[in-house]
């Protein structure tokens, strides 16, 4: 194989001249005046919060900003204004490059502002209050000029000490996991659990101000001589702040089997702190979270409600969180009797569903429960100090997520201790053993009539947790005193709704991110287009509500989404092979994600994340011999056997990573560049293969479509991040692309051999034609696009606009271009954005003909279609609400990208 001949990579006029010349294809974007002068380029950007109210009591934020090619160079600094131009304190990073070196993406943390924020080339301005890291000893120490974490570099001390001033509001943080080995499933039980506490194994500074720093602490949780559940966690300071932000995730690496009792249950994670307890007992106060900004705002010792009244303004003040006055100036009655008013220590809220949560104290341990309330859904916020200061916390998404718990104990003694439990250790233990007991499909046969009556793709020993992972989101604020009403709802709606600031969509497609002309805003100009957005909405709309409706809802579940209908039972298949949850199946994520791109929308935008945290955990697996590799969709999310590239696809996780800068997606990504080794432990086709065919690291053989595409987004990103393997992820695009291209047939030819060690794909002597309706609908058109526009290969680019100009094409048209036609595909109408695509660049109106005709009129939702919900209630349903007995997943997200993308490309050629 000849060397890959050097090539400029930028292709800037090539592009320009294509868009000028067929400007008609572009909407409601004008092409011709795409090519700008680089001071137009890098106009001012101007941001917004995603939802009303701005930072709030969050401790900061971080957004990333996309810049068109060309526009800013690696050396630019930039600063941010408010609405009346007072400059904002913030700290610029570049995210990713343009391959001619110019900035693409840059990331800005912001620690103050309300309002619209503008950024611009400019010199930053610095905080009054930095934040500063210092290394010493056994301790990393970051202080943002109001507060100051000691976080431990060793043991099981997370957190040493969180102080404000010379007060110390908290201390001893630490990750608690309790293991139960065994489960009973009968009606009488012994239940034992064992403590295992995380051990700091390595901690990184990833950033040290002066707006924001970020430290990651790896490790395991430990008890004795064993160590299990891999922990990441990064907690996240911003200059200026009273509070500090953690991101924690936990992978799943211990032994529960089928059909056996024992094993590694989990009973509870939690994180931990121990909080200081100096004021009398009757100025220290309790706050717990109920519904929406609802509290339970009560003293440990209560001085109101008694029988003899201390005065209205003692019981006021107590009620608000204030300094009692000397209680010798009380009512004497009240005074003489204090030691007889019992003192409430321990409080615990559990959330065990997203319906109902229960709230009971005692006074201490030993003594029983009393009930203090209960509701729907908890905002999982909670508070315990004094008038001295004290500590709030919280945990996100707490009731999508249940079972989840916060505990308060011991709030009458001289410390408290405070728990914020991920998975409630009173719900019943974590059991992910697979679901049934194999039904006898002990070889492939049998395996392959399985799936062709529940579409379960069943392997024995392939259902397996092992090397799932969960990440969650908390918040702390370490309070100079009880906080007010006011500042309290602040701090519980920064839990529920963690403040994030956006770029408009016009930046976004201004920039040529995500694959350029791809998408446009929202337009209604047209009756046809506005019946299309209404669809869109109908859609996104009937998803959202169908979450809410079924429950799909739960530590492991929240976040993903059913793939088909069962219109019998009026029910999602939840329970039948691999028609249940989707984990990703033909990229929903993505059609959320270019929704949001599109129109800017906040809800668009929570569901799109919602599910990236999702599916680039659960349905992935992060240890183990299928590291980087994800599970087709099934009854569990790990239960299919099928493993491949194209549910751990990293093209689902760069739209988040770019629009917030989140280090673990940015983790996800990365652990992905090595994944083409994984070819080597499971060969994705091995149940369906006919020719001989043994795993050898020069000879692998991957696809085109649903392999390639997984990838090289991994390689991609990498390359454009500048990340630790880069140039190798460089290199494996290039040489991809190229002996892709080189292929007789190119696409169509279906796989290649492909060589571990010079990252190419063998060039096969004899031409084929191997077409899949799944090769294109897991990113590869958005990919090739954004290739195309990056690479200057135009061997490439022909290759992919053959593939785009004939999977629609006749069976006639197919064998006369390659000698064979397709054979029997479907998908048409998800694939008439590969036609419109091809159609723009191209200039083939033929093609923008048949776009649109395989749009209305192929497979797919139809215009005539109900485009409606129908009502359903007991005795039909669980649950009354709404039903689309006409939706399926699969054409909702072929839809979604097939309209989002024609009208942008061909919004101007609507039929």
């Given at each position: 194989?000849?060397?890959?001949?050097?090539?400029?990579?930028?292709?800037?006029?090539?592009?320009?001249?294509?868009?000028?010349?067929?400007?008609?294809?572009?909407?409601?974007?004008?092409?011709?005046?795409?090519?700008?002068?680089?001071?137009?380029?890098?106009?001012?950007?101007?941001?917004?919060?995603?939802?009303?109210?701005?930072?709030?009591?969050?401790?900061?934020?971080?957004?990333?900003?996309?810049?068109?090619?060309?526009?800013?160079?690696?050396?630019?600094?930039?600063?941010?204004?408010?609405?009346?131009?007072?400059?904002?304190?913030?700290?610029?990073?570049?995210?990713?490059?343009?391959?001619?070196?110019?900035?693409?993406?840059?990331?800005?943390?912001?620690?103050?502002?309300?309002?619209?924020?503008?950024?611009?080339?400019?010199?930053?301005?610095?905080?009054?209050?930095?934040?500063?890291?210092?290394?010493?000893?056994?301790?990393?120490?970051?202080?943002?000029?109001?507060?100051?974490?000691?976080?431990?570099?060793?043991?099981?001390?997370?957190?040493?000490?969180?102080?404000?001033?010379?007060?110390?509001?908290?201390?001893?943080?630490?990750?608690?996991?309790?293991?139960?080995?065994?489960?009973?499933?009968?009606?009488?039980?012994?239940?034992?659990?064992?403590?295992?506490?995380?051990?700091?194994?390595?901690?990184?500074?990833?950033?040290?101000?002066?707006?924001?720093?970020?430290?990651?602490?790896?490790?395991?949780?430990?008890?004795?001589?064993?160590?299990?559940?891999?922990?990441?966690?990064?907690?996240?300071?911003?200059?200026?702040?009273?509070?500090?932000?953690?991101?924690?995730?936990?992978?799943?690496?211990?032994?529960?089997?089928?059909?056996?009792?024992?094993?590694?249950?989990?009973?509870?994670?939690?994180?931990?702190?121990?909080?200081?307890?100096?004021?009398?007992?009757?100025?220290?106060?309790?706050?717990?979270?109920?519904?929406?900004?609802?509290?339970?705002?009560?003293?440990?010792?209560?001085?109101?409600?008694?029988?003899?009244?201390?005065?209205?303004?003692?019981?006021?003040?107590?009620?608000?969180?204030?300094?009692?006055?000397?209680?010798?100036?009380?009512?004497?009655?009240?005074?003489?009797?204090?030691?007889?008013?019992?003192?409430?220590?321990?409080?615990?809220?559990?959330?065990?569903?997203?319906?109902?949560?229960?709230?009971?104290?005692?006074?201490?341990?030993?003594?029983?429960?009393?009930?203090?309330?209960?509701?729907?859904?908890?905002?999982?916020?909670?508070?315990?100090?004094?008038?001295?200061?004290?500590?709030?916390?919280?945990?996100?998404?707490?009731?999508?997520?249940?079972?989840?718990?916060?505990?308060?104990?011991?709030?009458?003694?001289?410390?408290?201790?405070?728990?914020?439990?991920?998975?409630?250790?009173?719900?019943?233990?974590?059991?992910?053993?697979?679901?049934?007991?194999?039904?006898?499909?002990?070889?492939?046969?049998?395996?392959?009539?399985?799936?062709?009556?529940?579409?379960?793709?069943?392997?024995?020993?392939?259902?397996?947790?092992?090397?799932?992972?969960?990440?969650?989101?908390?918040?702390?604020?370490?309070?100079?005193?009880?906080?007010?009403?006011?500042?309290?709802?602040?701090?519980?709606?920064?839990?529920?709704?963690?403040p994030q600031l956006a770029a408009p969509p016009a930046q976004l497609i201004r920039a040529g991110v995500f694959g350029k002309g791809l998408y446009s805003e929202p337009d209604r100009s047209t009756p046809a287009k506005a019946k299309i957005e209404d669809h869109l909405d109908f859609l996104f709309t009937y998803y959202k509500d169908q979450v809410e409706q079924r429950r799909w809802y739960g530590f492991w579940d929240y976040g993903d989404i059913m793939h088909t209908y069962d219109t019998v039972r009026h029910q999602w298949r939840y329970d039948v092979g691999g028609y249940a949850w989707d984990n990703s199946e033909l990229s929903p994520d993505l059609w959320l994600w270019y929704a949001y791109l599109r129109s800017?929308?906040?809800?668009?935008?929570?569901?799109?994340?919602?599910?990236?945290?999702?599916?680039?955990?659960?349905?992935?697996?992060?240890?183990?011999?299928?590291?980087?590799?994800?599970?087709?969709?099934?009854?569990?999310?790990?239960?299919?056997?099928?493993?491949?590239?194209?549910?751990?696809?990293?093209?689902?996780?760069?739209?988040?990573?770019?629009?917030?800068?989140?280090?673990?997606?940015?983790?996800?990504?990365?652990?992905?560049?090595?994944?083409?080794?994984?070819?080597?432990?499971?060969?994705?086709?091995?149940?369906?293969?006919?020719?001989?065919?043994?795993?050898?690291?020069?000879?692998?053989?991957?696809?085109?479509?649903?392999?390639?595409?997984?990838?090289?987004?991994?390689?991609?990103?990498?390359?454009?991040?500048?990340?630790?393997?880069?140039?190798?992820?460089?290199?494996?695009?290039?040489?991809?692309?190229?002996?892709?291209?080189?292929?007789?047939?190119?696409?169509?030819?279906?796989?290649?051999?492909?060589?571990?060690?010079?990252?190419?794909?063998?060039?096969?002597?004899?031409?084929?034609?191997?077409?899949?309706?799944?090769?294109?609908?897991?990113?590869?058109?958005?990919?090739?696009?954004?290739?195309?526009?990056?690479?200057?290969?135009?061997?490439?680019?022909?290759?992919?606009?053959?593939?785009?100009?004939?999977?629609?094409?006749?069976?006639?048209?197919?064998?006369?271009?390659?000698?064979?036609?397709?054979?029997?595909?479907?998908?048409?109408?998800?694939?008439?954005?590969?036609?419109?695509?091809?159609?723009?660049?191209?200039?083939?109106?033929?093609?923008?003909?048949?776009?649109?005709a395989k749009f209305y009129d192929s497979d797919g939702y139809k215009e005539s279609a109900p485009w409606k919900t129908e009502k359903v209630t007991g005795p039909t349903a669980l649950v009354a609400g709404s039903e689309a007995t006409w939706v399926s997943t699969n054409d909702t997200a072929l839809y979604g990208l097939a309209a989002i993308e024609n009208l942008a490309l061909l919004g101007d050629r609507m039929p």
């Amino acid at each position: 194989m000849s060397p890959i001949p050097r090539r400029s990579l930028l292709k800037a006029a090539a592009v320009a001249g294509a868009a000028a010349q067929f400007s008609w294809a572009l909407g409601s974007q004008n092409a011709a005046a795409a090519p700008r002068d680089e001071a137009a380029a890098a106009d001012p950007v101007t941001l917004d919060w995603l939802e009303e109210g701005g930072l709030g009591a969050a401790p900061g934020s971080t957004v990333g900003v996309p810049w068109p090619r060309g526009a800013h160079q690696e050396d630019q600094t930039f600063a941010v204004t408010d609405a009346d131009g007072t400059s904002v304190p913030v700290q610029s990073w570049p995210i990713a490059y343009w391959p001619d070196g110019s900035l693409k993406w840059t990331a800005h943390a912001v620690s103050s502002g309300t309002g619209k924020l503008t950024v611009a080339a400019g010199t930053p301005a610095a905080p009054e209050k930095k934040v500063t890291v210092d290394r010493r000893g056994g301790t990393v120490d970051v202080s943002t000029g109001v507060i100051t974490a000691r976080i431990g570099t060793s043991g099981a001390t997370i957190v040493k000490s969180v102080t404000r001033g010379s007060t110390e509001i908290a201390r001893n943080g630490r990750l608690v996991v309790l293991r139960q080995p065994e489960l009973e499933d009968g009606d009488q039980t012994t239940v034992r659990t064992e403590r295992f506490d995380g051990t700091v194994s390595e901690v990184t500074v990833e950033q040290d101000g002066p707006v924001r720093a970020v430290v990651r602490i790896d490790g395991k949780h430990r008890r004795g001589s064993r160590g299990w559940l891999p922990f990441s966690v990064r907690l996240y300071f911003y200059a200026g702040a009273d509070s500090f932000r953690m991101v924690h995730t936990i992978t799943y690496d211990g032994t529960q089997e089928p059909g056996k009792a024992s094993g590694d249950f989990v009973r509870g994670i939690g994180v931990r702190f121990s909080v200081p307890m100096r004021d009398e007992s009757y100025d220290r106060h309790i706050r717990i979270g109920g519904e929406g900004t609802g509290l339970l705002r009560e003293a440990v010792k209560g001085i109101t409600g008694l029988r003899r009244d201390p005065g209205i303004a003692v019981q006021q003040a107590q009620f608000d969180g204030k300094k009692l006055p000397d209680p010798s100036t009380w009512d004497q009655r009240v005074t003489s009797r204090l030691q007889y008013i019992p003192e409430w220590g321990d409080y615990t809220l559990s959330q065990l569903s997203a319906d109902g949560f229960a709230l009971r104290k005692r006074t201490k341990k030993g003594h029983g429960w009393i009930a203090a309330g209960g509701g729907r859904r908890a905002s999982g916020f909670g508070y315990v100090g004094g008038v001295s200061g004290g500590f709030s916390f919280g945990l996100r998404d707490f009731w999508e997520k249940h079972p989840a718990q916060l505990d308060i104990r011991g709030a009458h003694t001289d410390e408290a201790e405070v728990t914020l439990w991920l998975w409630s250790p009173e719900a019943q233990p974590m059991d992910l053993r697979f679901y049934h007991d194999g039904m006898g499909q002990d070889t492939f046969p049998e395996q392959l009539e399985g799936l062709n009556i529940t579409y379960e793709d069943y392997e024995p020993g392939f259902g397996t947790p092992y090397g799932i992972a969960r990440t969650s989101e908390l918040l702390f604020w370490a309070n100079e005193s009880t906080p007010g009403a006011d500042r309290l709802a602040q701090q519980v709606e920064a839990v529920r709704v963690l403040p994030q600031l956006a770029a408009p969509p016009a930046q976004l497609i201004r920039a040529g991110v995500f694959g350029k002309g791809l998408y446009s805003e929202p337009d209604r100009s047209t009756p046809a287009k506005a019946k299309i957005e209404d669809h869109l909405d109908f859609l996104f709309t009937y998803y959202k509500d169908q979450v809410e409706q079924r429950r799909w809802y739960g530590f492991w579940d929240y976040g993903d989404i059913m793939h088909t209908y069962d219109t019998v039972r009026h029910q999602w298949r939840y329970d039948v092979g691999g028609y249940a949850w989707d984990n990703s199946e033909l990229s929903p994520d993505l059609w959320l994600w270019y929704a949001y791109l599109r129109s800017g929308r906040a809800d668009i935008f929570r569901f799109a994340e919602a599910m990236t945290r999702h599916t680039g955990e659960v349905d992935v697996y992060h240890l183990g011999k299928w590291a980087g590799l994800g599970t087709r969709h099934g009854v569990q999310h790990f239960a299919d056997s099928a493993k491949q590239q194209r549910i751990a696809n990293t093209t689902y996780r760069r739209y988040y990573y770019f629009l917030t800068a989140d280090e673990r997606v940015g983790d996800l990504m990365h652990a992905n560049v090595d994944s083409d080794e994984t070819f080597l432990a499971l060969d994705p086709l091995r149940k369906i293969r006919t020719e001989p065919y043994t795993p050898d690291r020069n000879a692998l053989s991957v696809g085109f479509g649903t392999d390639w595409s997984g990838l090289v987004s991994a390689w991609l990103t990498e390359w454009e991040r500048r990340g630790p393997k880069w140039e190798k992820a460089r290199a494996r695009v290039l040489s991809t692309m190229e002996t892709i291209a080189a292929q007789p047939n190119g696409f169509v030819q279906g796989s290649g051999l492909y060589d571990l060690d010079t990252g190419k794909f063998a060039v096969a002597g004899t031409p084929k034609v191997e077409v899949s309706h799944l090769s294109a609908v897991f990113g590869l058109n958005e990919l090739c696009a954004e290739l195309i526009d990056l690479v200057d290969m135009p061997e490439f680019a022909e290759a992919y606009y053959d593939y785009c100009r004939y999977y629609n094409a006749t069976k006639a048209e197919q064998a006369a271009r390659y000698g064979a036609h397709f054979g029997s595909l479907i998908l048409f109408q998800g694939h008439s954005r590969l036609d419109a695509y091809a159609a723009v660049r191209t200039g083939d109106d033929k093609l923008a003909e048949r776009a649109w005709a395989k749009f209305y009129d192929s497979d797919g939702y139809k215009e005539s279609a109900p485009w409606k919900t129908e009502k359903v209630t007991g005795p039909t349903a669980l649950v009354a609400g709404s039903e689309a007995t006409w939706v399926s997943t699969n054409d909702t997200a072929l839809y979604g990208l097939a309209a989002i993308e024609n009208l942008a490309l061909l919004g101007d050629r609507m039929p």
